[in-house]
C-alpha cells in the first residue's frame, strides 16, 4: 500500500514531516493501541482471521485511526479509498460507489475510509447504508465526537466501534526513539523537557512528531532545559500598551488597596479613577474580580456585593450608580480575606496542562445510549444521598491520577467552617478506603 505522499506521485526527495517519514508501514509497528491491534483485540482477530469489517474508530486526533485504516486494508489485500466529510460530496462518494462496484466484480472488496465522518449530516450518513448492506464497501469511518450523539444508528448497528486510546507516556517516547533514529541524531533536549515534550502532546504523536521536528531543526550547542523548550515552540502572548501606564498603575493600586485591608485609600484610588473619567463598568467587573480573587468563600456574600453593585450601576447610571460601587469596594476591603479558591483553581488548571486528557472514572460518566453502557459508562456509581450522610467517599479523581488537594481553606470567615467540613469527610474517606 502506497503512502499518501507515494500516491501523490511526489519522488522520495520531496520534502515530507516528521510524522509522515515515521508513519508506520505495517499494524505491528502502530504504538498504543494494543488493546485493538493485539493477538486477543478486534482487529487482531479480524486479521487473523484475514477479514475485515465495517468499523467506527473513535479517539483522539494523533493516535493512529487513518494508519490503521491503511493497513488494515493492505494486510487485507483490499483496496483502499479514501474521503474527507469535510471536503466530500454526494458526487465523490457515487464515484467510490461505482468504482467499488465494478472492482467487486472481479472479486476485490475495497475499503472507504471516511475521515471525521460525523460531518456528514443525518441524510448522508444514510447513504452509506445499502452498499455496507450488501458488501459493495467495507466502511472505516474515523471520528473524534462520540459516535452516540453524532452518527445514525443505523449507521452504528452496522459497525463495530473502536475506541483509540490517548497516547501514554511509553508510546510518545517510543516515537521520539524512532525519530532520533530515522534523523539519526539525538532531540536536543535533558531528561526534563524531554519529559515536557511528551506532555506537551498531550497524547497525539502527530503533534508530539512536529514539535520535535521543529527542535531537530534549531542549531543549539547544549541541549534544552523545560524553560528553553518551552521558549522554542510557543510565541509569546503580546504584551499591554504602555500608552496607558497610569491606567493600570491607578487599578493596581486599588486592587492591591482592597485586598491589604485598606479601606481609606482604597476609596481613594476609586475616586481617583472616577475623576480620571474610567469606564464605571470596567471598575464594577474589576470589583467582582476582587471578590473571587482576594476574599471567595471567607465571606460568600462578597460576590452578592459586588454583582449587585453593577446591576445598580446598570439600574441608576452615573453619577448615583457609582455610589452602588464604591459601597461594593468598603464591604470587600474590610470583609475577611482568603485566596484558597483561587490558588485551588490555579494549582488544578497546571495539573491539568500536565496530565492532559485523562479520562474521568468510568462510574463518572453518564450512559445515555446502549453503546457508552456497553463500554462501562456509570458503572457503579454510588448515589452520595443514599450514603452515611450523604457522602459515599468516592474518588472521583481519574483513575491514572493520584489522589490531590488544591483548595485549603484559610480558616478565616465562613472557611472555617468548610474548613471543618472537609476535615470531616476526608476522615470519612479514609476510613472507608
Not at 34 to 61: K, T, Y
Not at 175 to 204: C, H, I, N, S, V
Not at 265 to 280: I, N, S, T
Amino acid at each position: 500500500m502506497p503512502s499518501l505522499f507515494e500516491a501523490a506521485h511526489l519522488s522520495d526527495n520531496a520534502p515530507r514531516p516528521l510524522a509522515e517519514r515515521l508513519r508506520p508501514r505495517a499494524l505491528s509497528d502502530v504504538v498504543g493501541q494494543e488493546h485493538l491491534l493485539g493477538p486477543a483485540g478486534p482487529i487482531g482477530r479480524m486479521l487473523a482471521a484475514n477479514r475485515v469489517a465495517s468499523m467506527i474508530l473513535w479517539g483522539p486526533a494523533g493516535t493512529g485511526k487513518t494508519t490503521v485504516a491503511r493497513l488494515l486494508a493492505a494486510q487485507t489485500g483490499l483496496h483502499f479509498e479514501q474521503l474527507s466529510a469535510v471536503f466530500s460530496g454526494v458526487a465523490d462518494l457515487r464515484r467510490v460507489f461505482d468504482a467499488a462496484r465494478a472492482r467487486r466484480a472481479t472479486g476485490q472488496g475495497t475499503v472507504l475510509f471516511v475521515d471525521e465522518i460525523h460531518r456528514f449530516n443525518r441524510a448522508q450518513q444514510d447513504g452509506f447504508l445499502p452498499f455496507v448492506e450488501d458488501g459493495t464497501i467495507i466502511l472505516i469511518g474515523a471520528t473524534t465526537e462520540n459516535p452516540s450523539f453524532e452518527l445514525n444508528a443505523p449507521l452504528l448497528s452496522r459497525a463495530q466501534v473502536l475506541v483509540f486510546r490517548r497516547l501514554d507516556d511509553a508510546a510518545l517516547e517510543m516515537l521520539l526513539t524512532r525519530a532520533e533514529a530515522l534523523t539519526k541524531r539525538p532531540l536536543a533536549l535533558d531528561a526534563d523537557a524531554r519529559a515536557a515534550l511528551r506532555a506537551m502532546a498531550d497524547g497525539d504523536g502527530r503533534y508530539e512528531l512536529n514539535l520535535a521536528e521543529e527542535i531537530f531543526a534549531l542549531k543549539v550547542v547544549q541541549p534544552l532545559d523545560t524553560k528553553g523548550l518551552t521558549e522554542a515552540v510557543q510565541k509569546r502572548a503580546p504584551t499591554y500598551d504602555k500608552a496607558r501606564e497610569g491606567h493600570f498603575n491607578l487599578i493596581s493600586a486599588l486592587h492591591k488597596s482592597v485586598r491589604g485591608s485598606d479601606v481609606d485609600a482604597a476609596l481613594y484610588w476609586l475616586a481617583r479613577m472616577f475623576a480620571g473619567g474610567e469606564d464605571p463598568l470596567y471598575l464594577a467587573r474589576r470589583v467582582v474580580r476582587m471578590a473571587v480573587e482576594d476574599i471567595g468563600l471567607a465571606d460568600p456574600n462578597a460576590l452578592v456585593q459586588a454583582i449587585a453593585a453593577k446591576d445598580a450601576f446598570d439600574f441608576l447610571g452615573s453619577p448615583e450608580g457609582e455610589l452602588a460601587i464604591a459601597q461594593a469596594v468598603v464591604y470587600l476591603t474590610t470583609a475577611p480575606k482568603s485566596n484558597a479558591a483561587y490558588v485551588a483553581f490555579g494549582t488544578a488548571s497546571q495539573r491539568v496542562k500536565e496530565t492532559g486528557s485523562l479520562a474521568p472514572p468510568a462510574f463518572a460518566m453518564n450512559a445515555p445510549t446502549r453503546l457508552m453502557k456497553d463500554l462501562g459508562y456509570g458503572k457503579g456509581y454510588q448515589y452520595d444521598h443514599d450514603a452515611p450522610e450523604a457522602f459515599s467517599g468516592a474518588n472521583f479523581f481519574p483513575p491514572d491520577m493520584p489522589r490531590e488537594t488544591y483548595y485549603e481553606p484559610a480558616g478565616r470567615g465562613f472557611e472555617a467552617e468548610i474548613k471543618a467540613r472537609l476535615d470531616k469527610w476526608a476522615a470519612i474517606r479514609r476510613a472507608r478506603s
